[in-house]
C-alpha cells in the first residue's frame, strides 16, 4: 500500500497546491491531511469496478485537506480568543472582557461571555438554542467590534 500512495503523491500535491497554501508548514500539514486521504481512498478502490484510481480518489483527498483547513482555522480561532483574553490595548495585565463594548448585541455579549467562561461553539450553540453557523457568525461580528474598540482606545 505504501508503494502506491508514493505513487500517486503527485496527486496528492497537485490538490494541496489547488489551496494555496500559506507556508511550508501549512502546505505539509496538508499533504499529511492528503495522504491520509489517499490511503482512504486505497482502502476501499476496487479496480474491478472500473474506476481509475486518481479519479476515485480525488474526493477523499480533497475532504481530507479541507477538514485539516477548517481545523486549523478553528485552533486559530480559539488562539486568537484566548490571546486577547489576556491582552488589552492599555496594558498586558487589563483583561479582554474590561473592553467590551456597548454597542454589542444581547447575543454577542452572551456569545463572548459563553465563550470566556470556555464553553466551545458547540456548546454555546446548544445553550442558545441556535445552529452553530449562527453562533460563529455572532462570535465573529462581536470579536470585530470589540477590536474596532480596542484599537481606537
Known amino acids: 500500500m505504501e508503494e502506491l500512495i508514493e505513487k500517486h503523491m503527485g496527486l496528492v500535491i497537485s490538490i494541496v497546491n489547488s489551496f494555496h497554501p500559506k507556508d511550508q508548514t501549512e502546505k505539509e500539514d496538508y499533504i499529511q491531511a492528503g495522504r491520509i486521504g489517499l490511503w482512504k481512498a486505497l482502502k476501499n478502490f476496487n479496480p474491478a469496478k472500473g474506476n481509475v484510481l486518481s479519479t476515485y480518489a480525488w474526493n477523499p483527498i480533497r475532504w481530507e485537506i479541507i477538514k485539516e483547513i477548517r481545523l486549523i482555522k478553528n485552533k486559530y480561532d480559539s488562539v486568537n480568543i484566548e490571546e486577547h483574553q489576556h491582552h488589552g490595548p492599555l496594558n498586558s495585565l487589563t483583561p479582554f472582557w474590561e473592553f467590551i463594548p456597548s454597542n454589542l448585541t444581547g447575543r454577542e455579549s452572551k456569545v463572548i461571555q459563553l465563550k470566556l467562561e470556555g464553553y466551545n ?20 461580528s462581536a470579536v470585530s467590534k470589540i477590536k474596532e474598540t480596542n484599537n481606537n482606545e
Open 121 to 140: 461553539l458547540k456548546e454555546i450553540s446548544s445553550k442558545l438554542d441556535c445552529n452553530r453557523s449562527h453562533t460563529k457568525k455572532t462570535l465573529q
